[in-house]
């Protein structure tokens, strides 16, 4: 997967787009960090619902409601 800068996105949009329509991907970096993958619309990688378990449950771990209940938060979730 190649690499671009973001200001190099900016400047050459279209040509990127054209690029990826015809199949490349590309990592998009900010500071010498990658900031988002450009993947063609058909490509998007997919997780199996055990992996999507998974990182739900990791996501999970540690995280606390404090007090909180669930129902309370379901009911204000309705609310707004």
Not at 1 to 17: C, K, N, P, R, Y
Not at 38 to 54: C, F, H, K, M
Not at 55 to 68: A, K, T, W, Y
């Amino acid at each position: 997967m190649e690499t671009i800068v973001a200001f190099e996105t900016e400047t050459h949009l279209a040509e990127i787009l054209d690029r990826v329509e015809r199949g490349e991907s590309l990592t998009i970096t900010r500071h010498g960090k990658a900031v988002a993958h450009l993947v063609p619309a058909d490509r998007q990688p997919t997780r199996s619902r055990t992996e999507a378990i998974r990182e739900l449950r990791e996501f999970g771990n540690g995280r606390r409601l404090d007090g909180l209940k669930i129902r309370d938060l379901i009911d204000e979730g309705r609310r707004v």
